[in-house]
Structure formats: C-alpha cells, structure tokens
C-alpha cells in the first residue's frame, strides 16, 4: 500500500461516516418534527378555563378571591 490509497481509504471512511450522520441528523429532525406536529402544535391544545373545570369535576364553581392573600416574608415565618 502507498502513502496515497491509505489517505484515499481515510478520506472515503470520513466521507461515507459524514453522509451517515447527515442522514441519521435528518431522519431524527423528521421524527421529531412529525412528533411536534402531532403532539404539541396549537391545534392539539385545549382551552381550559374554570367554568369547564368545575363542570368536568362536578364541583360547584366558587368565587374566587379578588386578590391573593400576601406571602409572608422570610424574617416574618421565623419570628413565629
């Protein structure tokens, strides 16, 4: 074997990995966009809202507070 078949078989080895991993690289880029498109795409989500909620419990809807009570600060948890 000559110097140049041994960098001639390194080069094709190189080459033929390359388009390999290009070609898995593409194959999973389709899966996961087919996979998007079928799972996570706008189409697939549900609105959700409390009225639909409660009628999907059978809980009786309550009002809810106009305003959220405040949390307590750590030095105020630690005085107690």
Known sequence: MTNASV?????????RMRGEL???FVAK??????????FFSA???ASVNGD???RRLG???TAA????PPIPSSKESSRA
């Open 43 to 45: 189409p697939q989500h």
């Open 7 to 15: 960098a001639s078989a390194r080069a094709d080895w190189r080459r």
């Open 22 to 24: 290009f070609w898995i």
């Open 29 to 38: 880029l389709a899966a996961l966009t087919l996979l998007w498109a079928l």
């Open 59 to 61: 809980v009786a809807p």
């Open 52 to 54: 639909s909620v409660s």
């Open 65 to 68: 507070p106009s305003r959220l």
